[in-house]
């Protein structure tokens, strides 16, 4: 069963790519890691499949990994 909590994870900028906030969401390991779950299929934005590293998360966008999730917040 899926942890249905969800923890915000705030960001400087506007937005962030996706690969980098997996990464300081501690999601991934590293980048390569975070590619890998990303080409898997493994990651939702906003409920969906993502599979662009590139994407750009803005405040307000949740991201879900392995039934973990954390939601954007801009500082």
């Known amino acids: 069963m899926a942890n249905s ?3 915000p994870i705030q960001i400087r900028d506007e937005s962030i790519r996706l690969g980098q906030l997996l ?3 501690s999601l991934a390991e ?4 975070a590619k890998q779950l990303i080409e ?3 990651v939702l934005v ?3 499949i993502e599979t662009r590293r590139g994407a750009q998360m803005r405040n307000g966008d ?3 990994v392995r039934g973990e999730s ?3 917040e801009t500082a």
């Not at 590293?30 to 890691?33: K, N, Q, R, S």
């Open 30 to 33: 590293d980048g390569i890691h």
């Open 5 to 7: 909590e969800v923890f």
């Open 70 to 72: 954390v939601v954007v």
């Open 46 to 48: 906003n409920g969906k």
């Open 62 to 64: 949740t991201i879900s």
């Open 40 to 42: 898997d299929g493994q």
């Open 23 to 25: 990464k300081l969401a």
